[in-house]
């Protein structure tokens, strides 16, 4: 069966990571997902090739001909990746839009965003920051630090905040979540260096709302409470959904382009 765009509103989302690709049908007015989330494992080399066709093997596979947003782990300007993390670094100058347009068939054009943009707008629209004004940070906790901004829940592309100074370092080489696995550290002494860094951006955003997210979300209640900031902070709420369903809004409303 070939779905032909569906509903209005609806759009395929895919989710690019360095160790799966994911993919389904979005409700971009409701946020769930239409279809069956599938998962492939991510080539290595992560070539634009290699990725380009896993993403084409997943719209083939769910028959969809339609708007279609990806996440990609980079900095994305104007379609084009500037950066490369946990993906081949030839990726660095690739026009992402163009790649996966074409891998697809040229039949729909697809809107590709930087992954941690893609949470944010989805846990602004459906998640932990839904219904808050001002100034939203939602950060991800994984093998790097990812960050979407969001001011009355209208994305400002590209932060980077996992890449600001902190005691010398990149931030995320202190605070990541691979940092707390790879040197054993206990929830207790990891949270003081999330805390550090998250007090570090709270003096230079101000913001209403931090959403912490990533897989370390999922044991929030074993460090979210540990820290000591003056903003609220949320657990994500979409968790491995986030990437696909804001990746479909940015589809559907040409966000983050």
Avoid: C
């Amino acid at each position: 069966m070939v779905v032909t765009g569906g509903p209005a509103g609806q759009a395929f989302g895919v989710d690019i990571g360095g160790t799966g690709i994911k993919g389904a049908v979005v409700d971009t007015g409701t946020g769930e997902l239409v279809t069956e989330r599938k998962r492939i494992l991510t080539p290595h080399p992560a070539t634009p090739d290699a990725v380009a066709k896993v993403v084409a093997q997943l719209v083939t596979e769910a028959g969809w001909q339609g708007k279609i947003g990806a996440t990609f782990p980079a900095v994305i300007k104007h379609g084009v990746a500037q950066s490369a993390a946990n993906v081949d670094p030839t990726w660095v100058g690739t026009d992402a839009d163009k790649t996966f347009t074409q891998a697809v068939g040229g039949t729909s054009e697809v809107l590709v965003l930087n992954d941690a943009d893609a949470a944010g707008i989805a846990e602004a629209r459906y998640g932990a920051a839904k219904g808050v004004a001002g100034v939203v940070i939602l950060l991800t906790f994984g093998t790097g630090i990812g960050s979407a901004l969001l001011m009355n829940g209208v994305l400002v592309p590209n932060t980077e905040l996992g890449h600001l100074e902190l005691d010398g370092h990149d931030a995320e080489t202190r605070a990541a979540a691979s940092v707390r696995d790879e040197h054993g550290m206990s929830y207790k002494k990891w949270s003081k260096r999330v805390e550090a860094y998250m007090q570090h951006v709270e003096r230079l955003f101000t913001p209403d709302l931090f959403v912490v997210g990533g897989g370390v979300s999922k044991a929030a209640e074993k460090w979210v409470p540990l820290l000591e900031l003056k903003t609220p902070v949320k657990p994500a709420q979409l968790l491995n959904d986030a990437g696909i369903v804001g990746a479909a809004i940015a589809a559907v409303e040409g966000l983050g382009e």
